[in-house]
């Protein structure tokens, strides 16, 4: 990851568990089955990411640009989500035991429990 620069780069199956992405760019990577486990990711630009089945238990993504992320069947368990935009992102299928989702934005955002539009103005 070139200074934390890497948008639309593909990324599937990397293991980056502790990684420090706070800030990255990583607008539209695929990081299908990637290892993210305690992984920084506060502050990063994570829109329309493709995270399916990826593994963020316990990572940090507080603030993150999650507009239109794809984490179908990831493991968010653990994770920091507070700030976090999930508009329009999709959960479906996503283990979210004990996620923190303090001020994250839920708009048409596809969760475990059904559409969650508690945001949407």
Known sequence: LELGHCPECDLSGADLQGADLSGANLF??????????????????????????????????SGANLLGAILVGADLQGANLSKADLTWADLTGAKMKGAKLKDAFLCNTKTPWGLDNSDCK
């Open 28 to 61: 539209g990577a695929k990081l299908k089955g990637a290892n993210l486990k305690k992984a920084n990711l506060q502050e990063a630009k994570l829109g329309g990411a493709y995270l399916l089945e990826a593994n963020l238990s316990m990572a940090d993504l």
